[in-house]
């Protein structure tokens, strides 16, 4: 290979620091050869597809197919990463990939004294072909001039330590600008200059490329969607979610500009190097993985900076079913603690939500928090409701509502729940436990009854009522309370919740209104005892 980049690997154990510098190039020259060391049987395979097509597998983003013979093994292998190592093992470092950008993407030109970036990497016990595409991928399609360095940090430990990692690989680094990487993941034509260009116009704008899919399957690549944008719900779980409205207007129908995201997916964004040190890195408190991203979105919205997706940037991404890394206590406790830091710190009354749906996590210790109140209190950040006010009003979390809590019947004494269903199916009908969880209802301002992202719809006469995503649009999710009469009112059939019937016990209906004491319903604020 001609062309050289510098390049700077620092290795880690958990108590010794190794810092190398190689030229990483020299390195890959010989990959083609390590690369296959797990499975030497593979290369006459790959020759054979090769001389038959002309092209080799996964030119293209295509999918890998393995052969039936071969399928064993390949589930053997899937169980290391937790995802088809055979299929990336087979697949060439520097593959080509689709152009999967908007056209109006292609045309663009940007500025010549675009700042320089440095990429961090981290990456734990990672498949050696996953992650030497991703620094290939980088090399390859990016303008040398802006690229200072790839920092490859190596997450020797057990357990792995996201944030410190990438706070590690940060302080490390020397561009302008600060990229974070995942290890499996593979760049695409045009993917920088978009990024930078943005972060050159403000310096506050911190700008995460479309994730796009690689499968964990056959490595296939997928072009993501630009119409959908980082949210989260209740349980603090990022979400994605259709990109509103308001924010194509305010782009004027231009599908090439930016898109103001309320949160980011996780570990893939640019941004000034001086920034981030200003608006406080990472909370250090986040053990591993999981909420930093959240956080880090509050922090950005709240203390003046801007979070967007560059839909001219695409980055393919491999997604894993499940992870590979095993924590102290399991993932929901770590989660939970992250979570917990995140609500306590940026989430003001707000984070009744998270705790009434997640009954115990209240007994989760977060560590302190004080050096992060004192964060915000130093930037002058705003309130949560400013950031649900004005950058994401159509969040899950109701800016304004009526009760937060059960929804008790009178003549019954039972109370709605979503017995832990999920989208379209129907909503049920329970005895009070008064622990919150599934029986938490939000009757909110706009009039809808909410259950984290699911909303109480129903579309017939008489019909049973049924949770659907939360469509803000009223229609069929439009209820009217009445905290007289006590009734909720069903605007578009004109009729009254009213409890189940005899044939469908477990399912509140609609009837016609008539004063009985079975369509009266009790909408209560739940108190957390913490
Ligand atoms: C990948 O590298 C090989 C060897 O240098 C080269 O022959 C091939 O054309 C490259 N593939 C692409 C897609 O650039
Ligand atoms: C990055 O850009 C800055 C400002 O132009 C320059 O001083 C620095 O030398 C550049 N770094 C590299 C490694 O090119
Ligand atoms: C429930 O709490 C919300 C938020 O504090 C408040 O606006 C609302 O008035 C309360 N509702 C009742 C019925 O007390
Ligand atoms: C309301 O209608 C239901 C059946 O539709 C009936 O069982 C109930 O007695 C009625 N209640 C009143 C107060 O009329």
Redesign the pocket.
């Known amino acids: ?1 001609r062309r050289f980049v510098y390049c700077k690997v620092v290795l880690t154990t958990s108590l010794v620091w190794v810092l190398v510098d190689v030229f990483l190039l020299l390195y890959f020259s010989e990959c083609n050869k390590c690369d296959d060391r797990k499975d030497r049987s593979l290369l006459p395979a790959l020759r054979a597809v090769m001389s038959r097509t002309h092209e080799g597998p996964g ?1 293209m983003g295509k999918a890998v197919i393995i052969p039936k013979e071969d399928q064993e093994k390949m589930k053997e292998l899937f169980k290391i990463n937790q995802f088809n190592l055979m299929a990336s093992d087979m697949i ?1 470092l ?3 990939l689709p152009d999967v950008r908007l056209d109006g993407c292609k045309t663009k030109v940007y500025p010549d004294d675009l700042p320089n970036t440095s990429i961090v990497i981290v990456f734990h016990n990672e498949a050696w072909s996953t992650l030497l595409r991703t620094v290939h991928s980088v090399i ?1 399609r990016s303008p040398r001039h802006l690229l200072v360095e790839i920092l490859l940090v190596d997450d020797a430990s057990e357990r792995g330590r996201g944030n410190f990692m990438k706070l590690r690989g940060a302080a490390a680094s020397r561009g302008q600008v600060i990229t974070f990487l995942d290890a499996h993941c593979e760049c695409t034509v045009g993917w920088l200059e978009p990024l930078l260009a943005r972060i050159k116009e403000d310096r506050k704008a911190v700008v995460c490329p479309i994730i796009d899919v690689i499968s964990d399957e056959t490595f296939e690549y997928m072009a993501g969607s630009d119409m959908t944008y980082g949210g989260f719900n209740w349980k603090l779980n990022f979400r994605w979610y259709p990109v509103p409205q308001r924010e194509m207007d305010r782009r004027k129908g231009d599908r090439t500009l930016p898109v103001r995201t309320p949160t980011m997916a996780g570990g893939l964004f640019s941004i000034d190097r001086s920034y981030f040190e200003e608006i406080g890195t990472y909370d250090p408190g986040m053990d591993i993985w999981g909420g930093e991203n959240l956080e880090m979105s509050f922090r950005i919205w709240q203390c003046g900076g801007s979070l967007e997706i560059v839909t001219c940037s695409h980055v393919g991404h491999v997604f894993r079913k499940a992870t590979p890394y095993s924590f102290p206590g399991g993932t929901g406790q770590v989660i939970n603690k992250n979570n917990r830091r995140l609500a306590e710190v940026w989430m003001d009354e707000f984070k009744d939500f998270f705790y009434i749906i997640s009954p115990g996590v209240v007994r989760v210790d977060y560590g302190d928090v004080s050096a992060r109140k004192a964060l915000r209190e130093a930037l002058q950040c705003k309130p949560f409701s400013w950031y649900l006010e004005n950058i994401y009003p159509d969040s899950q979390i109701p800016r304004r509502y009526y009760s937060l809590g059960e929804i008790r019947n009178v003549e019954t004494n039972q109370c709605v729940d979503n017995m832990g269903r999920k989208e379209n199916e129907k909503v049920g009908f329970f005895n009070c436990h008064g622990m919150g969880g599934n029986q938490v209802f939000s009757y909110t301002a706009d009039k809808e009854i909410r259950t984290d992202d699911l909303c109480l719809d129903v579309s017939r006469l008489n019909g049973p009522v049924v949770m659907l995503k939360c469509h803000h649009m009223k229609g069929n999710q439009m209820f009217e309370y009445d905290a007289e009469r006590l009734t909720l009112l069903h605007v578009n059939s004109n009729q009254c919740l009213d409890m189940p019937s005899e044939e469908d016990k477990m399912v509140p209906t609609l009837r016609d209104c008539n004063g009985s004491r079975s369509q009266q319903w009790l909408l209560r604020n739940m108190t957390l005892s913490m």
Do not use: L
């Open positions: 290979m030119e060439a520097n593959r080509s390859n």
